[in-house]
């Protein structure tokens, strides 16, 4: 079951169906955009609520320049030390 969000947004009576549908459109992407961006939801759960298939979604933050996984400078410095021990292992057995 789902809910529906219906935000009272007040506009001018110049603006044609065709500006308002898009102004709803870039409303509700930017949201879940923003959202995505600072970890709140996942990458499926924004396809989700954008109506849209994983992989338009994944098209869809690529083409925004937003980062499909979030990679910190720890998790790096982390991975590398790992790498780097691995490697000396594997040196010791030649």
Do not use: Q
């Amino acid at each position: 079951m789902s809910r529906e969000l219906v935000l009272k947004w007040p506009i001018p009576e110049t603006v044609d169906k065709e500006l308002e549908k898009e102004i709803v459109h870039l409303t509700k992407e930017e949201v879940v955009l923003r959202l995505f961006k600072e970890e709140k939801i996942s990458s499926e759960y924004g396809a989700e609520l954008l109506e849209m298939s994983l992989a338009e979604f994944i098209e869809l933050i690529k083409e925004k320049g937003i980062p499909l996984t979030h990679y910190t400078r720890e998790e790096w410095d982390r991975d590398k030390k790992a790498v780097d021990e691995m490697m000396k292992l594997g040196k010791k057995g030649e």
